[in-house]
């Protein structure tokens, strides 16, 4: 019973076909591709969910907008100004040294 395999089948000619092989940059690729994706999907649900209108008091006026506006022009701002303040802080602690 030598070479009988389970079942009674025997293999086709010249054994099982080979699978395809994903290399390591095949799979990063894919991983990017996929992380894009799933940001992509993401980001599209946090706009669609925080599109309703809100009412926004600025300093000197009110405004009806988006809510997803309000959203994007806090982080713009806030990273705006966190910049600014970097800056401002290495030119004055880096330049004159003690």
Known sequence: MTGEHPGGLTPPPGGPPERARIDEGDARRIGIIGAIVLGI?????????NSRQVRVSFVFFDA???LIWVIVLSAVTGWVVG????RLIRRRFLSHPD
């Open 83 to 86: 910049f600014l303040l970097a």
């Open 41 to 49: 999907s993401l980001l599209l649900i946090f706009i669609v969910e």
């Open 64 to 66: 009806q907008m988006s």
